[in-house]
């Protein structure tokens, strides 16, 4: 009987990670997702833009020069957001490859019989719940700078 009960605990210990796991997955899904969108309105920003300056006449109205000014500076803002997307894809990332370490170690306590991991494995486990933090923070800040951009280009083409 005590078999089962230390195999059902092990489950127990096992399942928080595993539910962390589950969770950056599905963070790292939308941060995929919103990398994509981003990436993509880059290009077509860029493609307006080279557009703009392929102009043969090379004079350009006010109106087009506001609006080349407006494209430069939403492709800047843009990239800067895109590193923030990418930052918190990787912080996620750490944090699924900390969460697999401390399934692995807590499996391992299990089969040594002994329990001298059990600091190393809350420590990974906190440790794993910092980088989300991290991924939470950029993934926020990113949000900001996104609704800055979209400011900037409602303001511009007032």
């Known amino acids: 009987m005590k078999t089962a009960t230390t195999i059902i605990q092990l489950i127990q210990l096992m399942l928080a990670p595993g539910l962390m796991i589950s969770a950056c997955g599905l963070l790292l899904l ?5 990398y994509s969108l981003v990436v993509n309105r880059i290009r077509l920003l860029n493609e307006e833009r080279r557009k703009y300056l392929g102009k043969h006449d090379k004079e350009f109205k ?9 494209l430069s500076t939403q492709i800047k803002s843009l990239v800067a957001r895109v590193r923030l997307v990418r930052n918190a894809v990787f912080a996620y990332s750490v944090a699924v490859g900390i969460f697999v370490l401390t ?17 190393i494995i809350a420590a990974l486990f906190l440790l794993g719940m910092i980088a989300v933090l991290i991924g939470v923070i950029f993934a926020s800040y990113e949000t900001i700078k996104g609704y800055n951009i979209i400011q900037y280009e409602v303001k511009t083409e007032e």
């Open 30 to 34: 939308g941060m995929n997702n919103k």
């Open 62 to 70: 006010y109106e087009d020069n506001v609006r080349i000014e407006s």
């Open 103 to 119: 399934s692995l170690f807590i499996g391992l306590n299990y089969l040594t019989g002994s329990d001298r991991l059990d600091y």
